[in-house]
């Protein structure tokens, strides 16, 4: 059973930053894509940036300048690096494949305030 494990969230002022984890036990990790999708309150779960096994990447625009997504293969660890946080961001954060859904993890709370 493969298991993803989200870490990092918080309360943080508008402005801030954080920088989220995702901790992945699956030993074909190297070769997947992997995202960060999240959650509001009230709406559905969107993707908002994607990376592939070679790095390459994929920001929603409203993320886009402010996200960082980045992987470190040999520790199994997506990260998401947050910047410029607005109250919008406000959501549970997710780490999944793009396609092909794993099992969900418990997600990380993001709450920014204004």
């Known amino acids: 059973q493969v298991q993803l494990v989200e870490s990092g969230g918080g309360l943080v002022q508008a402005g801030g930053s954080l920088r989220l984890s995702c901790a992945v036990s699956r030993s074909t990790f190297s070769i997947n894509a992997l995202g960060w999708y999240r959650q509001a309150p009230g709406k559905q779960r969107e993707l908002v940036v994607g990376?592939?096994?070679?790095?390459?990447?994929n920001y929603a625009d409203s993320v886009k300048g402010r996200f960082t997504i980045s992987r470190d293969n040999a520790k199994k660890t997506v990260y998401l690096q947050m910047n410029s946080l607005k109250p919008e961001d406000t959501a549970v954060y997710y780490c999944n494949r793009p396609y092909l859904l794993l099992p969900w993890g418990q997600g990380t709370q993001v709450t920014v305030s204004s």
């Open positions: 990376i592939t096994s070679g790095g390459n990447t």
